[in-house]
């Protein structure tokens, strides 16, 4: 008897999870770079002109750093793409860039600060496609 409440209760939960992911209209969200100056967002559902699935890199501060963001799909430790402001004079956002991804596939975004001398403190943030 315990174990069927218990049961109950978890499929309540997991409808209750499922309405509010309807009701949302976009799941989407940034993540700053060490010690701030950038970030990177993720844009996991439509949301006007971005398609969903689609993430870009945005440094927000001139102090050397280029923001550089890679995209781990299926957080296997293989890189899968990536997009970088490097070039580029802040404040600015490198254009989004479309991940066609099956529903609720696993991602994990890094984001580095950047220079000459390669990437540096990456951070990261798991998401969902
Ligand atoms: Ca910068
Ligand atoms: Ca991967």
């Given at each position: 008897?315990?174990?069927?409440?218990?049961?109950?209760?978890?499929?309540?939960?997991?409808?209750?999870?499922?309405?509010?992911?309807?009701?949302?209209?976009?799941?989407?969200w940034?993540?700053?770079?060490?010690?701030?100056?950038?970030?990177?967002?993720?844009?996991?559902?439509?949301?006007?002109?971005?398609?969903?699935?689609?993430?870009?890199?945005?440094d927000?501060?001139?102090?050397?750093?280029?923001?550089?963001?890679?995209?781990?799909?299926?957080?296997?430790?293989?890189?899968?793409?990536?997009?970088?402001?490097?070039?580029?004079?802040?404040?600015?956002?490198?254009?989004?860039?479309?991940?066609?991804?099956?529903?609720?596939?696993?991602?994990?975004?890094?984001?580095?600060?950047?220079?000459a001398?390669?990437?540096?403190?990456?951070?990261?943030?798991?998401?969902?496609?």
């Amino acid at each position: 008897m315990r174990l069927l409440k218990t049961k109950a209760a978890g499929v309540m939960l997991a409808a209750m999870g499922l309405t509010f992911t309807l009701s949302s209209p976009a799941s989407a969200w940034t993540y700053g770079a060490y010690e701030g100056g950038g970030y990177g967002a993720w844009q996991q559902d439509p949301s006007d002109d971005v398609k969903g699935d689609s993430f870009q890199a945005c440094d927000i501060k001139s102090d050397g750093y280029a923001i550089y963001v890679r995209i781990d799909i299926g957080r296997d430790g293989d890189f899968d793409s990536s997009a970088t402001t490097r070039g580029n004079y802040a404040p600015y956002c490198t254009p989004w860039k479309y991940l066609d991804l099956a529903e609720g596939t696993p991602i994990r975004m890094y984001i580095y600060k950047s220079d000459a001398d390669g990437h540096h403190n990456p951070v990261w943030k798991d998401g969902t496609a």
